[in-house]
């Protein structure tokens, strides 16, 4: 399984960004699906997750009514749409899959396949 983020870029305060991940794997629709950040010198947390049906979503509180995850079975795509961004919201940020996926899970530990991330930087 391979899993490929873009759509990291450099913004201002307040901008909004839009990140993308496509999936290799045609069972693409039964994973559990997260974004993940870590910023420079710090450890990688949970942004948000969706379940397989993309019915259900959970947020980080920093992402809580400025994130929205979204995703698309039939494109093998999963989506991070981030508006009102801040300099804190600067990071690398990955999408993750996990294969059960129906309960969505915020442990970095219960992702089994990583795409290699995308920069985001927001500015003052």
């Known amino acids: 399984v391979q899993l490929q983020a873009s759509g990291g870029g450099s913004v201002q305060t307040g901008e909004s960004l839009t990140l993308s991940c496509v999936c290799s794997?045609?069972?693409?629709?039964?994973?559990?699906l997260a974004w993940f950040r870590q910023a420079p010198g710090q450890e990688r947390e949970f942004v948000g997750g969706i379940n397989w049906s993309g019915r259900s979503t959970i947020y980080a509180d920093a992402a809580k009514g400025r994130f929205t995850i979204s995703r698309d079975n039939a494109k093998n795509s999963v989506y991070l749409q981030m508006s009102n961004l801040t300099p804190q919201d600067t990071a690398v940020y990955y999408c993750?899959?996990?294969?059960?996926?129906?309960?969505?899970?915020?442990?970095?530990?219960?992702?089994?396949?990583w795409g290699p991330g995308t920069l985001v930087t927001v500015s003052s």
């Open positions: 993750a899959a996990n294969l059960h996926g129906i309960q969505i899970k915020s442990e970095i530990e219960e992702y089994t396949y």
């Open positions: 794997r045609p069972s693409f629709s039964s994973f559990s």
